[in-house]
């Protein structure tokens, strides 16, 4: 396998502080009552990721495993912010439950698959599948979103992949994937409030 990177991967490091750094603005958002978040899509942001930190550890990824660890992590605080200020949370519907039932499926059939390329998909999949209830929330209320989280947790993803040392697909692929869904999620909240130019809680760029 070839091994190429254009950071030293300790730089992976920073990855996951940004995006540790990202969920604990939108967690402190989520208190202040300027972020509404969708407890289908971040229960299982924060499953996903901490399951498959543990699948990395096992494949010995090495230190790319560092920024799938704080992918989890920080969902999983706003998910508890979330839970403790409840007029916060949005009200689930059967496009949420079919999302999460979907997420679900594949979730189970990545613990089941024993061939870590395929395992991965699965992993991606889900996580998109979670993703799809908070698109549509940004599409009809980007203001119920937090941008600044989708700027860093893109970041620090991207700074994972230039860290890379393995290009096998469970090295990169969960990295590349959260690059590309905080790109979808950011800028679909970003052009939404250009498009609507409601008042909302502060300038476009707030979180």
């Known amino acids: 396998m070839v091994k190429t990177h254009m950071l030293d991967p300790h730089w992976v490091l920073l990855g996951a502080v940004l995006g540790l750094a990202g969920s604990v603005r939108y967690a402190f958002a989520t208190v202040r009552g300027t972020a509404r978040p969708n407890l289908v899509t971040w229960s299982l942001w924060a499953a996903v990721p901490l399951i498959g930190f543990f699948a ?13 660890l704080a992918a989890g992590a920080g969902p999983a605080a706003v998910v508890t912010c979330g839970l403790l200020t409840r007029r916060n949370l949005v009200r689930l519907g059967r496009f949420d439950v079919v999302c999460a039932a979907v997420a679900a499926a594949a979730l189970v059939g990545w613990l089941v698959l024993d061939q870590a390329p395929l395992a991965v998909v699965c992993a991606v999949v889900a996580d998109a599948a979670a993703a799809l209830p908070t698109l549509a929330k ?3 209320d980007p203001y119920s979103e937090n941008l600044l989280f989708y700027v860093l947790v893109g970041i620090g993803a991207a700074v994972t992949l230039m860290t890379i040392t393995s290009w096998a697909p469970e090295s990169w692929a969960f990295a590349a994937y959260v690059f590309s869904m905080c790109a979808v999620l950011g800028g679909t909240v970003f052009t939404r409030r250009r498009v609507l130019r409601q008042p909302g809680p502060g300038p476009v760029f707030q979180g």
Do not use: I, K, M, N
């Not at 550890?57 to 090495?62: K, Q, R």
């Open 56 to 68: 990395q550890l096992d494949a010995g990824v090495g230190l790319p495993a560092v920024q799938t």
């Open 138 to 140: 940004a599409w009809r």
